[in-house]
Every structure is written in structure tokens, then in C-alpha cells.
């Protein structure tokens, strides 16, 4: 091999490597910077979550008019000025966070992330039960339920009274709060992990009981609507959110 072929050899490598290494360097802080623009898309803007059932398919106890108008208006209403109320807001916009600090907040970033959340948790709470069969808490939450209050139908009479009596528009909550279930109630779409809650804890069961959850079909009967409730109650996905640490 001539000298000259060497060198030649030499330099080719050299400008290989260093076309590589650019071309790496290029290529991550592209992918960097894709992957930091897909971020904040995310953070800032909030998609209506699908449905893990067809729309009709929690009848006959929720109706399907009413699962199109809940999900794809009433939800999708809160996602859009959820998204609208944070057009200008520069902290980040992680939904836990934004309920951690809700008392800092707007009112319109407030009550919409908090409709968000709580509409996204509620829908995975719930599943078709066309057999109408009895459905009951699972193993380790149903233990948790006889423990504290007795018995199952002890506590669905309690949770029940509260969702009666929680006046005006809000949620029934079961929480677990330093270690013990407890019933809750919150007003508009205020939800146990907001700061300035009184009653803060880590949901496991939410009911909405705002009238548009169920008037098309019960008018003003909240207690025909919380009875029917009971049958469409998703209680692996309650198990499961007792379980997370
Ligand atoms: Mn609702």
C-alpha cells in the first residue's frame, strides 16, 4: 500500500468518524427535541380519554343518551376550557399537580381539571353488567369494607345516605385516608386530592351526582340512580386503586 493510500485511509476515517459522531449528536438532540415538544403538547393540551365500554353498554341501569351527552359533551366541555384556561398559565401542567395546588389556581382551572380528572376515574369505575348479576368488592377491598363498617350492605347504606344528602351538585367519594376508608362528599368538581380539601385522601370508588349524570333517565330521582349504581360498579379497577401504593 503507497503512502498516499494510507493517509488517504486515515483522513477517510477520521471524517467518517467525526460524520458519525455529528450525525449521533444531530440525531439525539433532534429526537430531544421532539421528544420535549411531545411533552409539553402533552402537559398542555388534554384529550377526551375513550371509553372502556360501547355507549349503550351500561344499560339498562345508565342509559345511552346519557352516556353520549355525559362523556361527549359534558366531559369534553371540561377538556376544552381545561385546555382554554391554560393557554397562558406557565407552571407545569400535570393534572396531579394542578389538584395538589387547586387553592392557587383559577376557578376555571380548577373546576375543569377537576372535572377531568374526576369524569376519566368515574368512566373506569364502571362496567356493563347485561346479566344483571351481584357484584360485590373484591378480596383484599371487601375485607377493608367489612372491617369498618360491618358489612357490605352496611356501607352501601352509608355511602349511600352521604351521596343523598350532599346537597346541590358534587361527587360521593370512598377514599382512604391514613390508612382507614372513609365516605366523602365534594361540592362541583372538587375531588379528594385537591389541597384545600378538608377530607383529602386517595380515591377508590367516585360517583358523580350532578343532575346531568342521570337525569335523562331518572329526572330527580338521585336515589333511583345511586340503587342502580351499585349493579355497574367496576370493583377490579376499586380493588386496584386500593391496592396502589
Ligand atoms: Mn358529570
Redesign the pocket.
Known amino acids: 500500500m503507497s503512502h498516499n493510500r494510507r493517509d488517504f485511509l486515515k483522513k477517510s476515517t477520521l471524517i467518517g468518524l467525526s460524520g458519525l459522531v455529528s450525525t449521533l449528536l444531530g440525531k439525539e438532540k433532534l429526537s430531544k427535541l421532539e421528544s420535549l415538544t411531545k411533552l409539553s403538547e402533552l402537559e398542555i393540551l388534554f384529550d377526551l380519554p375513550k371509553l372502556p365500554y360501547s355507549y349503550d353498554a351500561l344499560e339498562p341501569y345508565i342509559d345511552k343518551q346519557t352516556m353520549l351527552i355525559?362523556h361527549g359533551k359534558?366531559?369534553q366541555a371540561y377538556i376544552d376550557k381545561l385546555n382554554k384556561s391554560l393557554e397562558n398559565y406557565n407552571d407545569d401542567t400535570s393534572l396531579n399537580l394542578l389538584l395538589n395546588k387547586a387553592s392557587d389556581l383559577n376557578t376555571a382551572i380548577r373546576n375543569n381539571a377537576g372535572?377531568h380528572y374526576?369524569?376519566s376515574l368515574?368512566w373506569q369505575l364502571l362496567r356493563p353488567n347485561p346479566k344483571g348479576e351481584k357484584l360485590i368488592p373484591l378480596a383484599k377491598l371487601n375485607e377493608a369494607i367489612n372491617d369498618q363498617f360491618k358489612s357490605f350492605e352496611n356501607f352501601k347504606k352509608e355511602f349511600t345516605d352521604i351521596a343523598l344528602k350532599a346537597f346541590g351538585s358534587g361527587w360521593c367519594w370512598l377514599i382512604m385516608q391514613e390508612g382507614k376508608l372513609k365516605i366523602t362528599s365534594t361540592q362541583n368538581q372538587d375531588n379528594p386530592l385537591m389541597n384545600m380539601i378538608s377530607e383529602k385522601g386517595k380515591p377508590i370508588l367516585a360517583l358523580?351526582i350532578?343532575e346531568?349524570?342521570y337525569y335523562l333517565k331518572y329526572q330527580n330521582k338521585r336515589s333511583d340512580y345511586i340503587a342502580n349504581w351499585w349493579n355497574i360498579i367496576n370493583w377490579e379497577k376499586a380493588e386496584e386503586l386500593f391496592l396502589k401504593k
Open positions: 355525559h359534558h366531559h372535572g374526576n369524569h368515574f358523580d350532578w346531568h349524570a
